[in-house]
Nanobody
Framework: QVQLVESGGGLVQAGESLRLSCAASGTIFSIPTMNWYRQAPGKQRELVGTITSSGRTTYADSVKGRFTISRDNAKNTMYLQMNSLEPKDTAVYYC??????????????WGQGTQVTVSS
């Protein structure tokens, strides 16, 4: 059993910053890939960015240069540093991970989401 728990969301003004965290726990052997998704009201869930276990990152064009993903493999935790936030960044942010469990099975997991609201 694996759980992903996000934290750090909140209400900020445009131009401010927030840092989200995603902590993974349970029967984890390794986490090859971790992702941040977001879903704005009335829109489909979209990929924000990805980080591999080696620290390689990719980002959606809409957040490049403003958002930074990092991770602490020892803590099985991923972070999303969001700078220069804009009202269009308002969404529920979800953590997603492909986890290799201690039983050597690979499964995908979602966190419960954390709300980020950016006021103008």
């Amino acid at each position: 059993q694996v759980q992903l728990v996000e934290s750090g969301g909140g209400l900020v003004q445009a131009g401010e910053s927030l840092r989200l965290s995603c902590a993974a726990s349970g029967t984890i052997f390794s986490i090859p890939t971790m992702n941040w998704y977001r879903q704005a009201p009335g829109k489909q869930r979209e990929l924000v960015g990805t980080i591999t276990s080696s620290g390689r990152t990719t980002y959606a064009d809409s957040v490049k240069g403003r958002f930074t993903i990092s991770r602490d493999n020892a803590k099985n935790t991923m972070y999303l540093q969001m700078n220069s936030l804009e009202p269009k960044d308002t969404a529920v942010y979800y953590c997603h991970a492909g986890v290799l469990t201690t039983q050597r099975s690979l499964a995908l997991y979602w966190g419960q989401g954390t709300q980020v609201t950016v006021s103008s």
